[in-house]
């Protein structure tokens, strides 16, 4: 039921967006640093080599909507990843 509810559940999509926009807002950060960012505010930790490559592909692909969908959508999975979602 949790996976269900952070894929689904309105409030999470406008937590993931919250977190998007604060993201973006970053004039720092470049997308790599971003995701880094995100990784450390979402799961505590920052992301391996292969997780910073496939997120960055994410976000700076063209076709899937605005910069903000994207980085939305990339909160939110990380917001349902098995890593948000339990402690070690």
């Known amino acids: ?45 920052w992301p391996s080599e292969a997780e910073r490559r496939v997120a960055r592909g994410f976000v700076e692909g063209a076709d899937a909507g605005t910069a903000e969908a994207r980085w939305t959508t990339f909160v939110q999975a990380l917001f349902s990843s098995i890593d948000f979602r339990y402690v070690d």
């Open 1 to 45: 039921p949790q996976a269900l509810f952070l894929m689904n559940h309105p409030f999470v999509r406008e937590q993931a967006g919250a977190a998007a926009r604060r993201l973006l807002a970053r004039p720092d950060l470049d997308d790599d640093g971003r995701v880094g960012l995100a990784y450390r505010l979402a799961l505590g930790r």
